[in-house]
């Protein structure tokens, strides 16, 4: 009697996937788990041979990570920032989305890549392109607006523009490629019940689209939790960005700067943490909406 079973081949295919997610993912995790809970202790002076040792400290590093203030200050600079690049990114993003796929639009295709293409060059050289832009020796804005795009009070909106003119293309792809997957028939028997383009717009596309428009403002808000490249690459053209401006420029000079890699790894969980209760707190919150669930 032949003997039914899989066997061993379904966890041979699933070799690869398991060991690239334990060294890059679940290792990783676990040492920052184990480094937060550590410190160093210095013994005397600190020299000689076993004066400095590593001790098991607890929940201290993240009881300092909590009450630092210059993390908070971070989180305040970065919700702001968020703010402003997830209402004017996402808008725009389904605006375009419902313009592409409109039936009198013209040129779709050339308008889409050149909507995607700002989200295809690398964060860094986008940034480094717009400070550039921004700097008064070099920006020809300079002489049509009179504006320190660099100053205290315009350098979040210069780092949004940043975000937005680079986020847009991704959002819209995803919302456009699911208007493209609607029945055109809901779109013509609206028609036939006197709808305008724009009210097929409203109450056609836009319900339809909730969940995706849902699962691209997770993702953005995650994105928008981890800032860094933006303010890492302006701030050498300016002094109005400080080395702890966003929570991870904040874990990168504890790290990096300072050498206080407990420290750094206690703010990350601290951080990954906000980031998850901000994450399921907003799928929480619109998921009865967006798909129909208690």
């Known amino acids: 009697m032949k003997r039914s079973g899989r066997g061993p081949w379904p966890y041979l295919f699933l070799t690869p996937a398991m060991v690239l997610f334990t060294l890059f993912l679940a290792v990783p995790i676990g040492y920052t788990v184990y480094l ?3 410190r160093t202790k210095v013994s005397g002076l600190g020299l000689g041979r076993g004066a400095r040792r590593e001790v098991f400290v607890g929940f201290d590093n993240f009881a300092a990570a909590l009450a630092d203030t210059e993390l908070w200050r971070g989180w305040l600079r970065v919700l702001g920032y968020g703010a402003l690049v ?3 990114m996402l808008g725009l993003a389904l605006l375009f989305a419902l313009l592409l796929d409109s ?10 890549i050149a909507i995607f293409l700002p989200y295809a060059v690398p964060g860094v050289a986008a940034t480094l392109l717009w400070g550039f832009l921004y700097l008064p020796s070099l920006s020809p804005i300079r002489d049509v607006l009179d504006v320190d795009f660099l100053g205290a009070t315009t350098v979040t909106y210069s780092m949004a523009n940043v975000a937005v003119w680079g986020g847009v293309g991704f959002n819209m792809l995803v919302l456009y490629t699911t208007l493209r997957a609607i029945p055109r028939d809901l779109y013509e028997a609206a028609r036939l019940d006197g709808a305008s383009e724009l009210q097929i717009a409203l109450r056609v596309k836009i319900p339809i689209l909730a969940p995706a428009i849902v699962l691209t403002t997770v993702f953005s808000i995650i994105a928008t939790i981890q800032v860094f490249t933006e303010p890492t690459t302006l701030r050498p053209l300016t002094n109005t960005i400080s080395s ?10 504890d790290a990096f700067v300072t050498g206080d890699l407990y420290s750094a790894a206690a703010t990350s969980i601290v951080i990954a943490a906000i980031s998850l209760v901000l994450s399921f707190g907003f799928l929480r919150v619109v998921r009865h909406h967006a798909f129909r669930e208690g």
Do not use: C, I
């Open 86 to 88: 997830l209402v004017v």
């Open 36 to 38: 937060a809970t550590r």
């Open 244 to 253: 702890t401006w966003s929570p991870l420029m904040k874990v990168y000079r």
């Open 103 to 112: 039936a009198r639009v013209r040129l779709a295709r050339f308008s889409r």
